[in-house]
């Protein structure tokens, strides 16, 4: 399923998505933060460019990221899986990220 949304307001990425066409958050500020399901595999050219994005999670599924994809994007903070491809990308990129909490780094401290 490829997601090119009509309106972004109110923004709901269904379980089975596999990539988000280029354009298609391009210039929406209405939008703040998008967390991207497991699944999705790739985002298109200028995906989220000149919006109103400020965090977004990617999912350890993620294999591709168009080198536009986040252009004019300079506030927002990447939660990405360690050592997964969106992991590397942030590095390479220069770009601010954090560590999505993994199954092992969740502590039951009880109540």
Known sequence: MLFTPA??????????????????FSGDTSIGHVELPEGVRSIG????????LSEITLPGSLSQIA????????????SVVHGSFAHEWC?????????????????????
Not at 7 to 24: H, N, T
Not at 93 to 106: A, C, M, N, V
Request: aromatic share 14%; with cysteine; charged share 25%.
């Open 67 to 78: 080198p536009d994809a986040f252009e004019g994007c300079t506030e927002t903070i990447f």
């Open 91 to 111: 590095i390479a990129k220069d770009l601010p990220f954090r560590f999505q909490p993994t199954p092992e780094s969740q502590f039951d401290y009880g109540t």
């Open 45 to 52: 050219s200028r995906a989220f460019a000149d919006s109103g």
């Open 7 to 24: 309106a972004a307001e109110a923004l709901e990425l269904p379980a089975q998505l596999y990539a988000i066409e280029a354009e298609a």
